[in-house]
């Protein structure tokens, strides 16, 4: 089992990622949250083309949040993620 994410928190995280920041970007950025606590979710963005958008990686990271907790909102995390920008 994967350790407890706060989605907040993570999004807050994320959204201190550029518009025009990559998946290489937000695979290291994913390795700085809080002490590697969102290790597990890199595999879902590095299989993706590095120098894609990180808005790809976004939805990756969504849909193993959503798979791990149905319950998970896909849209107001992505919201959260993005309200910077």
Request: glycine share 8%.
């Amino acid at each position: 089992m994967p350790p407890k994410i706060i989605y907040r928190r993570l999004a807050g995280h994320l959204a201190c990622l550029g518009e025009f920041a990559d998946n290489a970007e937000l695979v290291a950025w994913l390795r700085e949250y809080e002490g590697g606590a969102a290790e597990w979710l890199v595999p879902c963005v590095e299989g993706l083309k590095p120098t894609d958008s990180w808005f790809t990686g976004l939805r990756a990271i969504c849909l193993a949040l959503k798979e791990q907790n149905p319950r998970f909102d896909v849209g107001l995390f992505e919201d959260w993620a993005t309200e910077d920008l």
